[in-house]
């Protein structure tokens, strides 16, 4: 998995700016919108989440091909738009998960000390940019030996380390189905915390830079501040939710009955 992911880096360094800048740029802003305020909209970003789900069962694990991915993506979005409260759950419950298992594989993606003067950020300023079709081939060939790379890591990963994974998968599916309001914030603040570091990872690889090996190097620091991120973008996101419901119960029954009575007002003399 180390390999590839540097192999990957340093393919990125010939993509086209359309391939890196816009993606990048697309993904800070969503993830700083979902970060801190995603909670307000959750039957929307469920529909989202369930249609990125989708394509990415149809293109890794049902069919692997485009029409499996859009069929996927339709039907996981209808579902989660439908039951938003259990595929929020779901997700919170899925999202933890997946970073505690990283967390955990972390010693069996590799050995970062295997990091060569290859991998240093390059000085110049001549970069020849790849075509769309040939940055569409590129990352098409990675998604490919991505799906053996996690196989292999998943089988490397020892078995006591699986039964933590399960347990914490059991812990946050409980957590979910006692507060809903907290799962969905969880899952909000998480999503946009990926987001993010998925953005500025894309950034920073058409800049030349080397973002993946600086996260290998720097895995402990790289972790926390996701992990700080993640429990920032609960809370901050619970105290709005808070502070919200407890304005709105502080209005008096006569302000609201005022209220209604003169929106209706209009209708009544016609």
């Not at 890196?20 to 979902?34: D, E, T």
């Not at 439908?82 to 998960?97: N, S, Y």
Request: a positive charge; proline letters at 4%.
């Amino acid at each position: 998995m180390f390999e590839l992911l540097l192999n990957f880096q340093k393919a990125a360094e010939q993509f086209g700016p359309i391939f890196l800048i816009a993606p990048g740029i697309a993904a800070v802003l969503a993830g700083l919108f979902i970060w801190l305020g995603g909670l307000g909209f959750t039957k929307l970003l469920a529909g989202l989440t369930g249609a990125i789900a989708g394509i990415i069962c149809g293109l890794f694990i049902v069919g692997r091909n485009a029409p499996s991915a859009l069929f996927m993506a339709a039907v996981l979005a209808a579902a989660a738009i439908i039951f938003d409260r259990p595929f929020t759950i779901i997700l919170a419950a899925a999202l933890g998960t997946l970073v505690i298992f990283a967390v955990l594989a972390w010693p069996y993606l590799g050995n970062p000390r295997r990091l060569t003067a290859a991998t240093a950020p390059t000085l110049s300023t001549h970069r020849t940019a790849l075509t769309a079709r040939e940055t569409t081939k590129v990352l098409k060939s990675y998604m490919v030996k991505l799906d053996p790379e996690i196989k292999q890591l998943c089988s490397q990963t020892p078995n006591y380390r699986w039964v933590v994974v399960a347990a914490i998968a059991v812990i946050s599916l409980a957590v979910g189905f006692y507060s809903w309001r907290f799962a969905s914030a969880f899952s909000c603040a998480i999503l946009g915390t990926m987001l993010v570091f998925a953005g500025m990872v894309t950034l920073l690889l058409y800049k030349g830079s080397v973002p993946i090996s600086a996260i290998f190097r720097k895995g402990k620091f790289y972790g926390t501040v996701f992990i700080a991120m993640t429990v920032f973008g609960t809370l901050i996101q619970l105290l709005l939710y808070w502070c919200a419901a407890k304005k709105k119960k502080r209005k008096k029954p006569g302000e609201i009955d005022q209220q209604q009575e003169g929106t209706e007002q209009p209708w009544r003399t016609i």
